[in-house]
């Protein structure tokens, strides 16, 4: 009897995981639409043009998630988070992916619940001073008053490096990063840290960016990337393997402008990705043409970088550690097959 009771319990565990894994995709299929948590604005990553049209390296995620699973890019709506909010957002259910400049933590993704679908940016702590400080390295910021967002990994990295380097500093915290640029920009601080990427996307958008300094040193790991709540795998998969599409098209010389005739490729790889063979949407519960979509209607992730962070933009940050593995950098997506 007491077997029987087990197998019970195993086999009602196991309906309700497929029950709850389906639950997402099915609510966002019902309305039409995927909520996507951004950040209250950053250049470069997520903020309105100027006709109020949100765009961004982060808001191309959603538009990719939106492409592949309704054929439609635009098929979003966007709710702006500070570092405090986004984590209650996304375990609420007020928005079904966070897509928001995150570092993928331990306690994160355990503790809080969540499911980091991979790495959309390689990043690291750093420091920006005014050139008129006469600083050129962090390691000469003894004293110095810092600007920073709180409810970010940041503080603890802050405190961590200084107190390793034996110098003593002032914190000054702000709820947005819009609030530390502007503390920064008023002399509230001497320097503003973040993730280098934020401060890369702050000093485009100040009105003398030549008088900013980027200082070498990068004082930590941040691994940012989407993530979604625990418990719902099929949506886990979707968000997943949108990223790894984008990066896989990369890799294989797949872009928004060649993806129909590459439709005609001999090489396997690129049929199964653009569903000319196999059934990779049929596992994902989506259309054969999920990865054509998202690579046709937002391009793979080299053209979202360029487009958004690249040399030819305000923000001119290099590929780095973001360039695809087989160029140099640590960029890498698992086989889709």
């Known amino acids: 009897m007491k077997k029987a009771s087990m197998i019970a319990i195993a086999a009602a565990a196991t309906f309700m995981a497929g029950t709850a894994s389906a639950a997402t995709l099915d609510d966002v299929k019902a309305k039409g639409f995927i909520q996507c948590g951004i950040t209250t604005g950053l250049a470069g990553f997520a903020a309105p043009n100027d006709k109020g049209v949100w765009e961004g390296f982060d ?11 309704f054929g439609d890019a635009n098929k979003l709506k966007y709710t702006p988070t500070t570092a405090k909010e986004r984590f209650t957002a996304l375990q609420s259910g007020e928005i079904d992916v966070l897509a928001r400049n995150t570092t993928w933590t331990l306690s994160r993704d355990v503790n809080l619940g969540f499911e980091f679908v991979g790495v959309n940016y390689y990043d690291g702590q750093g420091f920006m001073v005014k050139k008129s400080l006469g600083v050129s390295s962090a390691k000469e910021l003894d004293g110095a008053r810092v600007c920073l967002q709180s409810g970010t990994t940041t503080e603890l990295n802050l405190a961590d490096y200084f107190a390793a380097q034996g110098m003593k500093f002032d914190s000054v915290l702000f709820d947005t990063a819009d609030e530390v640029r502007e503390a920064y920009l008023k002399d509230t601080c001497d320097v503003y840290t973040t993730d280098q990427s934020g401060l890369y996307a702050q000093r485009s958008v100040v009105p003398d960016p030549d008088n900013h300094v980027v200082l070498p040193e990068v004082i930590s790991k941040e691994p940012l990337g989407p993530l979604v709540r625990h418990g719902d795998n099929a949506w886990g998969d979707i968000a997943r393997w949108t990223l790894n599409a984008l990066i896989i098209a990369e890799e294989l010389g797949v872009t928004s402008a060649n993806v129909d005739e590459m439709k005609g490729s001999k090489n396997p790889e690129i049929q199964r990705l653009l ?10 519960g989506l259309d054969a043409a999920w990865a054509y979509n998202a690579i046709k209607m937002v391009g793979n992730y080299g053209e979202i970088f360029e487009t958004h962070l690249g040399q030819e933009t305000p923000l001119k940050i290099s590929r780095g550690l ?3 593995w087989s160029k140099g950098g640590i960029l890498y997506a698992p086989p889709a097959r």
């Open 59 to 69: 808001v191309d995620f959603c538009r990719a998630m939106s492409a592949a699973i």
């Open 275 to 284: 569903g000319e063979s196999g059934d990779l949407g049929e596992q994902l």
């Open 322 to 324: 973001n360039q695809l």
